[in-house]
Each structure stands twice: as structure tokens, then as C-alpha cells.
């Protein structure tokens, strides 16, 4: 069975861009969910998305968007790029109840801001 | 609200060392407990979670036990190996949330 799949794993964007992160959900898993680690504020919940809803969010501002489609891949975009945005982004989705509720975790989309 | 705090790190050991790593949480009813370990350039990897007090989780010979009465959910190994050098997450969930709230990491080194 395919992990948690996210692309692309590494990038550079300049101050002010946009960027779109992509994630892939273990088969069968229709949550999903995202979040920023950097080594300053550690890992930090951003966003999750079940059924194409967003059902959380966290505390950060509104240039952080994202959306979940009909086959359970989400996407996050960040607009705006300031060089604080530089960190590890790493997508999570979530086993079904009956099946132990974990959370797993893709290996991460590195974004670098310049 | 809900917190995790960890011990801080590094914390460096000698390959076949005991280990332990301290984890103690506050939150509102009973949420999940979980321990995450993450290589260098990785994402993070579930080792062990406990759902109720008193559940032990163990896995790849870590083992950590969530003790209500002192709100804290310990990371122990008995013999540590150099493979074991990564960070280590402790985190929790609430009951119905599918949101994590981790400690801040502690980094283990371990040396032959």
C-alpha cells in the first residue's frame, strides 16, 4: 500500500510568488490534513480537509489556503511568499475509525523562499 | 489549552544506553497520545501511540506507557543502537479532533 504521497519535495520561489503544494492521501484515507514545521516554531497545524470540507484550521493567516478534491488529494497554496515561509511542509492523512484513526505522514515538500 | 512539552535535547548516548525521553501534556478530557520519529530529511514517522490511560504502546523495542495521574507519556528503550539517531515527537490529539499538537522535538545522537 502507497504512503502519503507529496510533490514536489524540494523548491525555491522568490518573495512574492505563489506557490501549490500537492498531497496524495494513503488510499481509503479521506482526511487529510497539513503542517508547517520550521526550526523556530516547530511543527505547527495549518489546515484539514475531510470529503472536500474544511473542518480545521489553524493560526495562520490568509495568504495559507487549501482544498481537498473528490479523490481525496489536497492541495495547499501559499500566496504572497515572504521568506518566513521557508520550512518543511508536510501532508498527514488519517486512517478510517474502524481501521485505528491513525495519522500518517508523507515525507514532506521543502520550500525555500529567496 | 493544549500543550505537549518534552525534554530538551540533545540528548547523546552510547549505543546499547537506556533511554528515556520525558513527555508530559496538558489537556481537556482524555485525547490519544502518540510518539513520531523523524530521520534527517524525512518526513515523520509513527512509532507508538496509547488511546486510554494505563495503554502501553511499544514498537521496534520503544515502549511508552500514558499515565493519567501525572499526565505524562514517557519514551523508554532499554538498548539503543546508532540507527535510533533521529528526532523525536511527542504529540497528542483530543478525542474528535483530528488536529496534532506536538512538543518541540528532542533530537537523540547515539554513539558506537
Known amino acids: 500500500k502507497a504512503g502519503v504521497t507529496q510533490t514536489p519535495r524540494y523548491l525555491i520561489k522568490t518573495r512574492g510568488q505563489q506557490v501549490t503544494l500537492s498531497c496524495s492521501p494513503i488510499?481509503?484515507?479521506?482526511?487529510v490534513s497539513w503542517y508547517q514545521q520550521t526550526p523556530g516554531q516547530g511543527l505547527q497545524f495549518l489546515f484539514e480537509y475531510f470529503s472536500e470540507t474544511q473542518r480545521n484550521k489553524g493560526n495562520f493567516p490568509g495568504r495559507f489556503s487549501g482544498r481537498q478534491f473528490s479523490n481525496s488529494r489536497s492541495e495547499m497554496n501559499v500566496s504572497t511568499l515572504e521568506l518566513g515561509d521557508s520550512a518543511l511542509y508536510l501532508c498527514?492523512?488519517?486512517?478510517?475509525?474502524?481501521?485505528?484513526?491513525?495519522?500518517?505522514f508523507g515525507e514532506g515538500s521543502w520550500l525555500t523562499v529567496v | 489549552g493544549n500543550s505537549v512539552t518534552q525534554m530538551e535535547g540533545p540528548v547523546t548516548l552510547s549505543e546499547e544506553a537506556f533511554l528515556t525521553i520525558n513527555c508530559t501534556y496538558t489537556?481537556?478530557?482524555?485525547?490519544?497520545l502518540f510518539w513520531y520519529v523523524q530521520y534527517p530529511g524525512e518526513g515523520l514517522q509513527l512509532l507508538l501511540k496509547a488511546t486510554k490511560a494505563d495503554d502501553k504502546g511499544s514498537n521496534k523495542g520503544f515502549e511508552a506507557t500514558y499515565r493519567k495521574e501525572t499526565t505524562s507519556f514517557h519514551l523508554e528503550k532499554g538498548s539503543v543502537q546508532v540507527s535510533d539517531s533521529a528526532v523525536y515527537f511527542c504529540a497528542l490529539s483530543r478525542r474528535g479532533y483530528n488536529k496534532l499538537i506536538f512538543g518541540a522535538g528532542t533530537r537523540l545522537a547515539v554513539h558506537p
Open positions: 498527514a492523512s488519517r486512517a478510517p475509525r474502524d481501521s485505528g484513526n491513525t495519522i500518517y
Open positions: 489537556a481537556t478530557g482524555y485525547p490519544s
Open positions: 488510499s481509503g484515507h479521506r482526511s
